[in-house]
């Protein structure tokens, strides 16, 4: 069986991460959707690093749910499978089935990784999750508000930025500009290395299986990738307790949480 799977923040939601529109979406009274794009960041960089720095730390503290645990059982089972997730999370990753992980390879993360950060204008980047921050990282303090540039001379300071508790701003050690999370913000391009995994996947052949989870469905891209992906006689499966613009084109309603809904499909899929 040769399977696509495409999720979104509603995947997640039974983990405790807030999804993206509707009443989830709301942070300190600000609309996510709003946060996540670069005028916001260039406004006020401090607010949306807040912002991020709660979700990470939200997502450093919770544990993948059913659904995303089901996805790698039927990653396991099938003959070919790709997972693209519009998740910056991390929960796809550290999901197990059977004692085991969804490989790398498997899935394409287009719309970024939310632990990682990288410059606003080179291609300087780290992960937050890596144990040690690179040395003398360098911080901007907007501690009352002002701006203060400046080297970090101990681990300290550039432990506050990976703590997620700080004002401190991380700035590019290389180019000196303030550096961004590794996510893809609403307007921006995707990296086209990430398309061209998913396009390359679609090129080989069709799909006897596409699910698709836990979206909205709000890009043309996901329309896009999910439709072409079927085969003729395939199945095209949504899971979502709404309806979105992909509802139309489904074999297969779901409409149901992801977590009780998934692991079950899962098993209906590998028993055919
Ligand atoms: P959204 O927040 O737009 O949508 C979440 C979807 O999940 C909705 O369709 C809900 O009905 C559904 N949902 C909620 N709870 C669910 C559950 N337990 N099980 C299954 N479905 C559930 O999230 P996305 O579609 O992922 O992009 O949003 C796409 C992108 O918009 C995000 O990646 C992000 C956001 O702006 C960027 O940051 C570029």
């Not at 009780?260 to 055919?272: F, N, Q, S």
Request: charged share 25%.
């Amino acid at each position: 069986m040769r399977t696509l799977v495409i999720t979104g923040a509603g995947v997640s939601a039974e983990s405790g991460i807030p999804t993206f529109r509707g009443r989830d979406g709301y942070w300190r009274n600000l609309d996510a959707a709003k946060l996540a794009t670069p005028e916001a960041f260039a406004n006020d960089p401090k607010l949306v690093w807040e912002w991020y720095r709660e979700r990470r730390e939200r997502i450093r503290n919770a544990q993948p749910n059913p659904a995303h645990v089901a996805i790698v059982k039927l990653a396991a089972h099938v003959d070919e499978f790709l997972l693209v997730t519009q998740n910056v999370d991390d929960l796809h990753l550290r999901a197990e089935s059977e004692g085991q992980r969804l490989p790398r390879e498997k899935i394409v993360q287009v719309h970024g990784d939310i632990f990682e950060t990288r410059c606003s204008r080179c291609e300087f980047a780290f992960s937050a999750g890596s144990p040690e921050p690179p040395p003398g990282f360098p911080v901007i303090d907007f501690n009352n508000g002002r701006l203060r540039a400046g080297v970090a001379r101990s681990i300290a300071p550039t432990l506050a930025c990976h703590s997620e508790s700080g004002s401190l701003l991380p700035q590019c050690p290389e180019c000196g500009e303030l550096m961004r999370p590794g996510v893809v913000w609403f307007g921006e391009q995707l990296d086209p290395r990430k398309i061209d995994r998913v396009e390359n996947y679609l090129a080989r052949a069709s799909c006897d299986v596409v699910i698709v989870a836990g979206t909205t469905a709000a890009f043309g891209y996901i329309i896009d990738w999910a439709l072409r992906a079927r085969d003729q006689d395939g199945q095209l499966i949504e899971v979502n307790p709404d309806p979105t613009p992909l509802s139309g084109f489904a074999t297969h309603l779901i409409r149901e949480p992801a977590g009780r809904a998934l692991p079950r499909l899962v098993d209906e899929l590998l028993a055919t």
